[in-house]
């Protein structure tokens, strides 16, 4: 409950106002305290405030929306889709392709699209994909990946697995000028490797497909003068752009990924080489090339590889074009100088609308918001899973702008403080260019070494499905786990809910790569389901399903019943204010300073899930004059942060500066936080205070609030 206490504070000139939010910790001036002639008194109102899920009835009403488009995303966007739907939110998603994505969003039939290309591609050998929709929309990034070069080659039966080329070769493979695998490019890539005489098979895409687009970009961009000899050669007009048909005369093409993949996959095929998706490659359980990059080294296409390339990534930003606007620009991608990154990254596109249209209403803005958020932050946890790379910082919030534009959308102020993003801290800061590892110096094309073939386990994936996604409370369900390569042998532990809770005992994988088990045990509730893979052998590396919703119903009424009650203290997670705030020695044009007294932090959840604390200051008012005010933005923080107690670990926000009219405290900002998996505890959190006083303050007591939110 609110508090009302004494706090002192003498400051000079003050800041600006706004109506009070909800919850507030007001603190008031002490009988007798007086006003100095030509200075201004600051009063400092401290709001504290736990933000925890809201019932269904207090969030805006959400409606089910309707995606289409892009096979390479889909798979993750499932995810994203079953991992909403225990918040209430419905979402159908149809895979059958970009193309057909553009065409039903353009024609109002779906509420969102995915897509690899953006409409109105300038097609090297084909007339326009297809203009842009007939209605506003935005691209928003949603799922990045690394277009990875899939090969098949032995030497001496012996299948190689640490196959090196620089960009002008695979250009030159991919243009057909170079044909053999001991050519000499091919050979001063791979110093360790005796090539083989043997005739390269490049495999291409028989159908339109964003794969081609990636690739033919990237020689457009990187070797413009190869790739327009090709194309004029094959009909087209230089100077060539990219195109999504491949001219596969002489090549071998097959249709769909999968058949790129699987072709190359097959044994009697030695000597074939294809581009496909990184997930193609891992089902197939066949190497990819490592690919030099601008730096020197030789790297693949790993999530960190092609989420370090995409910090360079650029979006274009011309409303006059409604072709370009908005899109990927990757030639910084492709030249990223950091030894880390894979040049040939790039990400798709959810295409959004911005105004409400035919069946397009505020329910289906703020879902698609949500679900659109939720795949921002938390969902680029399992991009590994499946092949693709977490989208890194820059493409996170080029994406919540798009959002902010979604009619229905519920803003929030600074949405990144709360964003889950494996790539980034609460406070923004950017880990994964902290964190994530460096290429060994075998990889050097310098030291003229190349590293051996990898002894790595396989890696395998693990698909969960659920009989029923609903069931009476005591009625059966099976749930099946799919283990993917098939000969992987082990055992799958199904799981419930957040503790994870065991679920019967472990299961063995049958020679199909199944593993099943029916229970009538589960709870009453609505949670997640998943399937844990260990494998019983060190060839091959465990994995976790994709967590699949269920809802069990109530029990049968029974016609004795006993009231229960239970009386429930606050603590688990809570935040308190302290009982002082106080900013002196303002002068008007002068400053004044203080201290924000520590806040207390309580996570005993048992969850561990991180939190984040932010705040947030109105403008100062005059408390005799109401239209003389101060700007909140004109006050600054340094926060500090320590642990009182508990296995987890604080982190303080970074300083504001005061006069930050933009991103600062009046717009909000971390006060402290915590990582995921090390938040438990008790936490202090406290920051010293700066107010700029314009020279054209009113002398006298101001007053403002600051809201402290604990989510």
């Known amino acids: ?378 969902g680029q946890q399992s991009a590994p899973t499946f092949g693709l790379a977490p989208l890194p910082l820059n493409l996170v919030r080029a994406g919540f702008d798009q959002i902010e534009r979604i009619p229905g959308a519920v803003v929030r102020n600074n949405p990144v403080a709360t964003c889950a993003n494996p790539t980034f801290s609460p406070d923004g800061t950017n880990t994964l260019l902290l964190t994530a590892g460096q290429p060994p110096e075998c990889d050097n094309r310098s030291t003229g070494q190349q590293c051996p073939s990898a002894s790595q386990p396989v890696p395998t994936t693990t698909t969960l499905t659920a009989s029923s996604a609903s069931i009476g409370f005591g009625e059966p369900v099976t749930l099946t786990a799919v283990v993917v390569p098939a000969r992987a042998t082990g055992r799958v532990q199904f799981r419930q809910g957040v503790a994870r809770t065991l679920i019967g005992s472990p299961v063995e994988v049958g020679a199909d790569g199944t593993a099943s088990i029916t229970t009538s045990d589960l709870p009453r509730g609505s949670y997640d389901l998943s399937a844990v893979f260990t494998p019983l052998s060190a060839n091959y590396g465990a994995s976790t399903s994709e967590s699949v919703g269920i809802t069990v119903g109530a029990p049968p009424a029974d016609a004795n019943s006993t009231r229960i009650t239970a009386a429930v203290a606050p603590g688990t997670f809570s935040l308190a204010t302290s009982d002082a705030a106080a900013l002196t020695g303002g002068v008007v044009g002068g400053s004044a300073t203080g201290t924000l007294a520590e806040v207390t932090v309580v996570d005993l959840r048992g969850t561990n899930s991180g939190w984040n604390v932010t705040g947030q200051v109105e403008n100062f008012t005059h408390d005799g004059q109401p239209g003389a005010t101060i700007l909140g933005a004109q006050l600054g923080w340094t926060p500090t942060a320590h642990k009182t107690d508990g296995s987890g670990d604080v982190l303080a926000g970074s300083p504001v500066a005061a006069g930050t009219t933009r991103g600062g405290l009046a717009e909000g900002v971390t006060l402290c936080s915590a990582r995921p998996d090390s938040s438990a505890g008790t936490f202090a959190c406290g920051a010293g205070l700066v107010l700029d006083i314009p020279d054209t303050a009113v002398p006298g007591p101001y007053s403002a609030t600051l809201t402290l939110t604990l989510v």
């Open 1 to 378: 409950m609110p508090r009302t206490v004494p706090a002192r504070a003498a400051v000079r000139p003050a800041a600006a106002a706004s109506a009070p939010p909800p919850w507030r910790r007001r603190y008031v001036f002490p009988a007798g305290y007086r006003i100095l002639a030509g200075l201004v008194s600051l009063l400092l109102l401290l709001t504290g405030a736990v933000v925890v899920p809201s019932p269904a009835w207090a969030e805006p009403q959400s409606a089910p929306i309707a995606g289409a488009g892009s096979t390479w995303s889909e798979v993750m966007v499932n995810s994203w889709r079953a991992a909403v739907r225990g918040r209430g939110l419905v979402v159908n998603y149809v895979g059958g392709g970009s193309t057909l994505g553009r065409n039903e969003f353009a024609d109002g039939n779906f509420d969102f699209a995915v897509s690899e290309t953006p409409y109105g591609l300038d097609d090297a050998f084909v007339e326009s994909d297809q203009p842009p929709a007939n209605r506003p929309f935005g691209y928003l990034p949603v799922a990045a990946g690394g277009l990875a070069f899939m090969y098949n080659l032995q030497i001496n039966g012996r299948r190689i697995t640490n196959l090196r080329l620089s960009g002008d070769t695979i250009a030159r493979i991919f243009t057909k000028d170079i044909t053999r695998w001991d050519d000499p490019r091919i050979k001063a890539d791979n110093p360790a490797l005796d090539l083989p005489p043997q005739d390269i098979t490049p495999v291409v895409r028989s159908d339109g497909s964003g794969t081609t687009v990636q690739l033919t970009r990237w020689m457009s961009t990187q070797y413009p003068d190869r790739w327009n000899s090709f194309c004029q050669a094959r009909g087209g007009t230089p100077p060539c752009g990219a195109t999504a048909y491949f001219r596969s005369q002489g090549f071998v093409s097959q249709p769909l990924s999968n058949g790129v993949a699987g072709y190359v996959a097959q044994g009697g095929v030695n000597g074939a080489i294809g581009y496909v998706e990184t997930r193609y490659a891992l089902q197939h359980d066949l190497p990819v090339v490592k690919v030099l990059n601008q730096a020197g080294y030789y790297v693949g296409p790993t999530a960190d590889a092609v989420a370090v390339a995409l910090t360079k990534a650029e979006i274009v930003d011309n409303p006059s074009d409604p072709t370009v606007h908005l899109t990927q620009k990757l030639d910084h991608v492709y030249t990223n100088p950091d030894r880390r990154a894979y040049p040939l990254s790039s990400y798709a596109y959810m295409i959004v609308p911005r105004t409400f249209q035919d069946s397009f209403g505020a329910g289906e803005g703020y879902t698609l918001a949500e679900f659109a958020s939720f795949g921002l932050c938390e």
